[in-house]
């Protein structure tokens, strides 16, 4: 076994379970995690969701300091990577003690996403929801009710529009695509949701960008002004590359990987949502922002550097989820391509097909359905219409 | 403080202090005990905070829900009775002492 210090850049939900995974795995290399946030590493899901509500940081631990100490890996926080010297097999980076080098064996990139701030005058009035910092500022925020105006109904909006509407705020939510979750859902589930966040009491604005943000609320691209006393931005987010692209490495839709989730450098690799990595299905190449893709890809990762087997490609079923309101919304698979075919199963299940064969299905408040396709297609078994209307009906 | 043992698959006991109102999941997590992964938070999203009730506490500690029994048939090992999403188990003062029995693996 290779005793090569692994350096992993970022701290998230991924580069921590890199740590723990070879740990696991029973390497026993000095093992180093950097991240640039204060504290230690933890859970972001819960930050627009159970967090809102509760306001309790404590929940969103993934492990106390003691893992740190008896695992012996070294947690660096607050610490910025700099520059990846490939040719010394060595990261600089600057942090509370200034700056320093770590020689790498292998070096992996868990670099993560940052919010879009699209091209809108006068962003500054408006808030973000992506890390623990903007969420304690938002809860601060909405401690009296107001007139929320969130730009972008996608999961993160969406799902904090739900808690804000429970909470007795007015919510106004601002979509510039057509649909509610459009690069996530079908439109079958975007029109379901759609209905159920006006039944709660959203406004929601269609097909118009927001070109401008003051005090008083948030103007459109067709003129049409959304009063708002407080404004979120939740407009997605673009992976952090711009490291793995000034060291050289293949960037394009995040940093380029292989299916053993290797980098053009085979001594780095990349995980999470800042990695294109080929779908095992389908083979195209896809970046999946999820817990589930990069703590899989995490395993995958250590369980590679520590056996020095590099024999298995990555293959684990992609899944989702989405907590609006009482609605759980959860997908098993991932459909994307303009060749998707939708089909409605029953109110709470909708299937969707590709040129493959299932793609994905995606479910609400129905964890048995979705449970049982996660394990077909685990299984790589086919799944055709009347099974799934027979599984539907249960 | 409620006093929670957990049973590694290999007999390996760790016996913690928990905060009156923490999940069984999350008091794992947060004492760095190895065998629970809770890889969702605790949304009952996944089934990866598995595990067995000792017999002597499934009457206190209740039958899991519908949904959860649900997320249970993805569970990555075997489903008994005595299986329970371990954030689904809120710590009351009832249930000082429990132990609860970790299965082989969550993944």
């Known amino acids: 076994m290779s005793r090569e210090p692994v350096v992993i850049v970022g701290a998230g939900q991924g580069g921590l379970q890199a740590a723990i995974s070879l740990r696991q795995a029973g390497f026993d290399g000095p093992v180093s995690l950097i991240g640039t946030e204060p504290g230690l590493p933890y859970q972001r899901p819960p930050l627009s969701k159970a967090y809102l509500k509760d306001g309790d940081p404590e929940a969103l631990a993934l492990r106390p300091q003691s893992f740190f100490e008896t695992k012996d890996v070294s947690y660096l926080p607050e610490t910025t990577v700099l520059r990846i010297d490939r040719a010394a097999g060595r990261v600089e980076v600057s942090g509370p003690a200034g700056e320093t080098a770590l020689p790498y064996g292998q070096l992996i990139l868990a670099t993560g996403t940052r919010n879009v701030r699209p091209r809108i005058e006068g962003l500054e009035h408006a808030c973000d929801l992506r890390t623990l910092t903007d969420a304690r500022t938002l809860r601060d925020r909405l401690g009296a009710p107001r007139r929320i105006a969130v730009i972008g109904g996608g999961f993160i909006g969406l799902e904090f529009a739900a808690v804000a509407l429970k909470q007795g705020h007015e919510v106004a939510v601002i979509e510039a695509a057509p649909r509610l979750m459009a690069r996530a859902v079908s439109p079958i589930m975007s029109d379901a949701f759609a209905a159920l966040h006006r039944g709660w009491g959203a406004e929601l604005y269609f097909g118009q960008p927001a070109i401008a943000v003051d005090a008083g609320g948030v103007t459109l691209a067709s003129g049409e002004r959304v009063a708002a006393d407080f404004v979120l931005l939740a407009a997605g987010v673009q992976p952090n590359a711009e490291l793995a692209a000034e060291a050289g490495l293949e960037t394009g839709n995040g940093i380029t990987v292989d299916d ?27 970046r999946l922002e999820s817990v589930q893709a990069a703590t899989d890809h995490a395993r995958s990762i250590a369980a590679r550097i520590a056996s020095g087997d590099d024999r298995a490609a990555y293959g684990a079923v992609p899944w989702f989820w989405s907590d609006q309101g009482d609605r759980k919304l959860q997908i098993a698979g991932y459909a994307a391509g303009p060749e998707t075919t939708d089909t409605a199963i029953s109110d709470t299940v909708v299937a969707r097909f590709d040129t493959h064969g299932l793609a994905a299905v995606e479910t609400v408040n129905s964890a048995r359905v979705h449970m049982k396709i996660r394990r077909c297609l685990a299984a790589g078994e086919e799944v055709d219409l009347p099974q799934l209307e027979e599984l539907a009906e249960g | ?43 009952m999203m996944c089934a990866t905070c598995h595990c067995y009730v000792d017999d002597a506490w499934t009457a206190a500690v209740g039958v899991r829900h519908d949904e959860e029994g649900e997320m249970l048939e993805g569970a990555s090992a075997e489903v008994t009775e005595r299986s329970r999403l371990s954030c689904q188990i809120k710590l009351t003062p009832e249930l000082d002492g429990l132990v609860v029995h970790l299965p082989e693996d969550q993944i």
Do not use: Q
Not at chain 2, 13 to 27: C, F, L, Q, R
């Open chain 2, 1 to 43: 403080m409620v006093k929670v043992t957990y049973v590694s698959h290999d007999g390996d006991k760790t016996t913690v202090d928990a905060e009156e109102g923490a999940s069984v999941m999350h008091t794992a997590i947060a004492n760095d005990v190895e065998g629970i992964v809770g890889e969702c938070g605790g949304a």
């Open chain 1, 260 to 286: 053993r989730l290797r980098t053009s450098d085979p001594a780095i690799s990349a995980l999470g949502d800042c990695a294109c990595f080929p779908d095992p299905r389908t083979g195209r190449p896809i």
